[in-house]
């Protein structure tokens, strides 16, 4: 499980739609029903209900996007951090 494929699934969930997912993040349609895939392979489970220009989260996809988000969250405020220290450290060397 990557963060993009995360990112990607969250935008689909979200939007509920590969191509206005795909649209938010400017990728093609392709990509991310294929990283939508890859994550159900991996997982075993369907995280979408596929209709008729309907798109649904199942249970296991309603599990899976409040976790996503809270891992996109963390990995976002660790890169925060990652940087402020850099410039802490940046800073001290030019004193």
């Not at 509920?16 to 795909?22: D, E, P």
């Not at 093609?28 to 596929?50: I, Q, Y």
């Not at 996809?61 to 850099?86: F, I, N």
Request: negative net charge.
């Amino acid at each position: 499980m990557e963060l993009e494929q995360l990112r990607i699934f969250v935008a689909v969930a979200r939007c509920g739609s590969f191509s206005l997912g795909a649209k938010k993040l400017y990728i093609s349609h392709s990509t991310t029903s294929r990283a939508v895939a890859a994550l159900e392979a991996e997982l075993g489970v369907r995280l979408l209900e596929r209709g008729n220009r309907v798109l649904g989260l199942t249970a296991a996809g309603e599990c899976l996007l409040e976790e996503a988000e809270a891992l996109l969250s963390a990995a976002e405020e660790s890169a925060e951090r990652v940087r402020a220290a850099a410039e802490e450290q940046d800073r001290e060397k030019g004193e």
